[in-house]
C-alpha cells in the first residue's frame, strides 16, 4: 500500500509539473525607479498578503486529495470466462468439442468484460487526475491575480 500511495504522489507531482509549465510566472518590473532592495521586500509582502487572500501557497508541495478506489486493474477475466465456458460446455454437450466451444466463447466473454472494468478504471483515474490539476490551476491563478493587485497597487508593471 505505502508504494502504491508513494507511486501515486509521483505521478501527481509530475502532472502538476507539466500543468505548471503552462501557469505563468509573473514578472516584475519596477517603473516608478525602485530600487532592487525595494522590489525584494515588495515581492516577500505581497508574497504573503497574496498566500493569505488566495489560500495558495506556490511555495508548498501540491497535495492531492485520494485517488478513486479500485485503481488496479484486474487481471484474468479470459481464463475466468474459459473455465466457466467449459463446464457450461461440459454440461450443455457432453462431449470434446462442446468444452472447447464452451471454453473459446466463455474466454472471449471474460477477456472483453475484463477490458471494459479495466478501461472504467483507466477512466476514473483520468478523470480523478484532470480533477486535480484543473484545481491546483485555478488556485495557482487566483494567487496569481492577488500577487499582481499587490504588486501593481505598489508601482511596479506585472508581465
Known amino acids: 500500500m505505502h508504494k502504491t500511495r508513494q507511486a501515486i504522489l509521483i505521478g501527481f507531482g509530475l502532472m502538476l509539473a507539466t500543468t505548471s509549465l503552462h501557469a505563468q510566472e509573473l514578472i516584475f518590473y519596477p517603473s516608478k525607479g525602485q530600487s532592487a532592495e525595494q522590489l525584494e521586500k515588495d515581492k516577500f509582502e505581497c508574497y504573503g498578503w497574496a498566500k493569505k487572500s488566495s489560500g495558495f501557497d506556490p511555495m508548498a508541495a501540491p497535495v492531492a ?3 478513486p478506489p479500485s485503481g488496479q486493474k484486474q487481471e484474468g477475466g479470459a481464463v475466468k470466462g474459459a473455465v466457466g465456458g467449459a463446464a457450461l460446455g461440459v ?3 457432453d462431449n470434446s468439442k462442446s468444452t472447447k466451444r464452451g471454453a473459446g466463447a ?5 477477456a472483453n468484460r475484463q477490458a471494459k472494468q479495466n478501461q472504467s478504471v483507466d477512466k476514473d483515474r483520468q478523470n480523478w487526475e484532470q480533477q486535480q490539476a484543473s484545481e491546483y490551476t485555478k488556485a495557482r ?19
Open 91 to 93: 454440461i450443455i454437450g
Open 65 to 67: 486529495s485520494a485517488p
Open 106 to 110: 466463455g474466454a472471449l466473454i471474460g
Open 141 to 159: 491563478n487566483s494567487y496569481n491575480r492577488a500577487n499582481s493587485a499587490c504588486m501593481e497597487g505598489r508601482g511596479y508593471t506585472v508581465k
